[in-house]
């Protein structure tokens, strides 16, 4: 009895050693490949330049890229079946290949430093707009729901689409969305460990990782997600959760040292502080789109009595003597 086993064997043995080990490496891709788990996406170009070279080998050996065009016009015998071999293997590694790009994860980066938000158009054709030095990353094209992962703030425009889920998760909270505008605010860096979310419109609904508890918020609350669990919060409101998107810093009764991680954030340099400053003394203000961090740091430390002086990565704030 024939099997698809049989057969290719009786195929491998009218082949040489690098066409047969072509054709048993595009038999395994077919018939066992699974979409890998998520990849690093840095490593993704990586990947995309080793398939089109070992594409770019496979022809040539073949005499398909044009060097031999003449045998490859009027083949014969079995240089034939070989050439089709290849060709067809040629065909299904790209295939397999697209497969795999579909299921890899795309990283979404905000600005380095300064007052620039850049806006993304993601896969599934949400938009979000990141802060400077946030990280979105997710959304490989075949997955059944539309997953992201965010080490920063962002602001979300998100469709109703019932069955493909938007959702989005930091390293405390869990944020599965229908159809809405919301902020998302969660620094692996920060000084504060919390993911905090204010909702405009919509809803959606907030899962706290730590103790696995849920709930469904509605249009104009914020709440933040802790270790302490889920805390309704009146500090990250509509005008504080948007005010980066204008470039602004916007603080309501924070303690300095949660101000301070903000600013170093948006310029881009280190800030540090002595032990005699009170980074718990808590600090309300607005700085409109601030073009230097030393317009802020001036302003701070006139309000904190402190003073400030420049380290060779940044600032520093100390009390006089």
Same mark, same amino acid.
């Given at each position: 009895m024939k099997t698809p086993k049989n057969e290719l064997n009786d195929l491998l043995a009218q /082949? =040489? +050693?690098v066409e047969r080990e072509a054709l048993l490496q595009t038999w395994e891709l077919v018939g066992h490949a699974k979409p @890998? *788990? @998520?990849?690093d996406p840095d490593r993704t170009e990586g990947l995309r330049k080793s398939l089109r070279e070992a594409v770019r080998d496979r022809t040539a050996h073949a005499g398909l890229d044009g060097s031999e065009r003449e045998t490859a016009r009027r083949p014969r015998g079995p240089l034939v079946f070989r050439i089709r071999l290849v060709a067809a293997a040629v065909i299904t590694v790209f295939v397999v290949a697209a497969g795999v790009w579909g299921f890899l994860p795309k990283s979404y980066l905000g600005a380095e430093g300064g007052n620039l938000v850049v806006t993304h158009v993601l896969r599934d054709g949400a938009q979000v707009q990141l802060a400077p030095g946030a990280r979105?990353?997710? +959304?490989?094209?075949? #997955?059944a729901r539309r997953s992201y992962a965010l080490d920063g703030e962002a602001w979300f425009e998100v469709d109703f689409n019932p069955d493909r889920p938007f959702s989005v998760e930091t390293a405390h909270a869990e944020i599965t969305v229908l159809g809405t505008s919301f902020a998302v605010r969660d620094w692996s860096s920060g000084v504060r460990q919390e993911t905090s979310v204010f909702l405009k419109s919509g809803s959606i609904s907030l899962r706290n990782t730590a103790s696995d508890s849920t709930i469904t918020m509605e249009p104009g609350v914020s709440f933040r997600s #802790?270790? =302490?669990?889920?805390? %309704?919060s009146q500090a990250y409101g %509509?005008? /504080?959760? /948007? *005010?980066? !998107? #204008?470039? =602004?810093?916007?603080?309501q009764a924070e303690p300095l040292g949660y101000v301070l991680d903000d600013v170093s954030r948006r310029f881009n340099v280190d800030i540090s502080w002595t032990s005699a400053v009170d980074a718990d003394r808590p600090v309300s203000g607005v700085f409109r789109a601030p073009d230097e961090v030393e317009v802020v740091l001036r302003d701070l430390a006139a309000y904190m009595s402190v003073m400030y002086?420049? !380290? *060779? /990565? +940044?600032? %520093?704030?100390?009390? @006089? =003597?």
């Open positions: /082949t =040489d +050693g @890998p *788990a @998520p990849m979105l990353t997710g +959304g490989a094209r075949f #997955s #802790s270790l =302490d669990g889920l805390k %309704e %509509e005008v /504080t959760a /948007t *005010a980066w !998107t #204008s470039g =602004d810093l916007h603080f002086r420049p !380290t *060779a /990565t +940044g600032f %520093e704030l100390y009390a @006089p =003597d």
